[in-house]
């Protein structure tokens, strides 16, 4: 046997040792043999499942790891407030996080998500457009719906979620439709009305009413927020106290990512610490490139016999507690003079990228995105990011803007113009949103055409994802049309009469006739 085979069998890996029965499992087996068995092999499979995953044993890896077995709601309820308030703090402060956000609302939203009546009615699309496409669907009147999309989800990345609430006007308040959103942050949930078991089977879980079955009924709002200068002198704490508001007048936004979660956290809760870390950091570089930037020198008298700093009254020399540009300083026996060596900076660059694409990550979009730096990014590797990250996006375009604000306020419009007689019956609706962005106009261009001659995309889509609306645009384009034909101008962007090359193209009536069969030679 060779010296290797020995030294594995001293000391290689050896089978686990046995488990030994505690005296429970002893005394159990005697009173009872079948349950002593079944106890012991419990205890062997527990044992197996933990040598198998090494996160679920303790140790000194795991030691300082705390893990909560709690559900979604138990978890994130105590944190929402402190995170909310962590969250804002930075987006006003830190530029990164000001950048973040808008650049998950720039994406996702863009131009704005636009509706489509399917199957097609004109009066429904004519009643949306006077109502969404104007400030009259705001409660506070200074936006449109797109507009109310983009703070919506500034919102949700912020502060983990958003209340849209409907508000019914009347027919003389003289707005398209006796209908308009008011928005309110989540501040207006009362967080403190939970555990509460109701009569019927129902519960509340922070501020949020279910009935036996599960289904949102209610919410408990607050009159004010409470954060605002005039809660404090409403009765009771927090805003006043909080009153019960129908669920059916509240959409309640927010990306779910637990089975039975009720509310959410912010979007910056995995970097608030990371970022404020960056933040402390930059502004310690920054003083500490101020100290390098500082010429110091220190003193020492060996024997003692100089006058004290700041005492030399000898005009003849210049004292060597300042220093001056070219100065020559003749110092008397027993007196030296040291340079301070200021402190370099050279590592903030390395630290200030990782910690940045950990940043990144943790909300959910690129380094280049969140940064604006583009240095060294090569043409796939740019195109592989956009890639991955538009996976994101329509994600949360599909997962939490459609389902969850956009189509209940199609829902609510249809209503509101079945009750003012503007429809029979609401139709349903299809959404349109932007179109990816193109990082090659010249090679992407090309595809998107491609889409629409091989039917993949309709063309009113097409115009739809560019924020247009395709009837307008078809106005325009015939208008435009017979300007042309008035004025006698060929233009190589009109298709009538100029091919994709910018040739002239044949008459329709030329492309159009019957092909001729080719002359038959005479038989031999």
Not at 153 to 170: C, D, H, N, T, Y
């Given at each position: ?9 001293r000391?290689g ?14 005394a ?6 079948s ?28 030691s ?10 138990v ?10 308030e ?46 969404a ?7 506070e ?85 409470p ?22 007048n ?11 979660q ?26 500490k ?14 024997d003692?016999?100089?006058?004290p ?31 301070v ?6 590592e ?36 592989m ?27 609510w ?56 609306d ?55």
């Amino acid at each position: 046997m060779s010296k290797a085979h020995e030294a594995f069998d001293r000391w290689g890996p050896r089978a686990p040792a046995p488990v030994r029965p505690s005296w429970l499992d002893r005394a159990v087996g005697f009173l009872a043999p079948s349950r002593g068995l079944r106890r012991i092999r419990a205890r062997v499979a527990t044992e197996l499942i933990v040598r198998h995953y090494e996160a679920a044993a303790t140790g000194r890896r795991t030691s300082g790891w705390k893990r909560t077995a709690g559900d979604a709601n138990v978890v994130v309820g105590a944190s929402l407030a402190s995170l909310r308030e962590n969250a804002r703090d930075l987006v006003r402060n830190n530029a990164h996080a000001t950048r973040a956000i808008g650049t998950i609302t720039n994406q996702v939203v863009g131009w704005g998500i636009i509706a489509k009546a399917s199957p097609k009615n004109t009066k429904a699309e004519d009643a949306w457009k006077a109502w969404a496409n104007t400030t009259a669907c705001d409660a506070e009147g200074r936006h449109d719906f797109a507009g109310l999309q983009k703070i919506a989800l500034r919102s949700v990345v912020e502060s983990g979620e958003v209340l849209i609430r409907r508000r019914w006007r009347r027919p003389e308040d003289g707005l398209p439709l006796p209908l308009q959103l008011q928005l309110l942050e989540p501040d207006y949930i009362d967080t403190a009305r939970t555990g509460i078991k109701l009569p019927g089977g129902g519960r509340i879980v922070h501020g949020i009413e279910f009935d036996a079955i599960g289904r949102r009924v209610a919410y408990w709002l607050f009159p004010e927020h409470p954060g605002a200068a005039l809660s404090m002198f409403t009765a009771g704490s927090l805003g006043g106290a909080s009153t019960r508001v129908p669920a059916d007048n509240i959409l309640h936004i927010y990306h779910q990512e637990r089975i039975g979660q009720v509310r959410a956290a912010s979007w910056f809760a995995p970097v608030i610490l990371k970022l404020k870390d960056v933040d402390e950091y930059s502004d310690a570089t920054l003083m500490k490139q101020k100290i390098a930037a500082c010429l110091a020198v220190i003193t020492s008298d060996v024997d003692g016999s100089a006058a004290p700093l700041g005492t030399n009254d000898d005009t003849d020399s210049p004292g060597i507690d300042s220093l001056e540009p070219g100065i020559i300083l003749n110092l008397p026996p027993g007196r030296s003079v040291e340079v301070v060596q200021p402190p370099t900076v050279r590592e903030y660059g390395d630290y200030n990228s990782v910690s940045l694409r950990e940043i990144a990550a943790g909300i959910g979009i690129t380094y280049e995105d969140l940064t604006g730096d583009y240095q060294n990014l090569p043409f796939s590797a740019a195109r592989m990011s956009r890639i991955a990250h538009q996976a994101r996006i329509e994600d949360w375009r599909w997962r939490t803007m459609i389902p969850q604000l956009c189509g209940p306020v199609w829902t609510w419009a249809m209503e509101a113009a079945t009750i003012m007689g503007l429809v029979r019956e609401g139709p349903g609706v299809a959404w349109t949103c932007d179109a990816p962005m193109v990082i090659d106009p010249a090679v992407e261009g090309l595809a998107f055409q491609r889409d629409v001659r091989g039917g993949s995309k309709s063309w009113s889509e097409a115009v739809r994802e560019r924020g247009y609306d395709p009837d307008e645009v078809l106005a325009e384009i015939a208008a435009d049309n017979k300007k042309f034909d008035q004025f006698k101008i060929i233009l190589d962007s009109d298709p009538r009469m100029t091919t994709q090359q910018g040739l002239p193209r044949e008459p329709a009536k030329a492309a159009a006739a019957p092909a001729q069969d080719p002359p038959q030679e005479p038989a031999a």
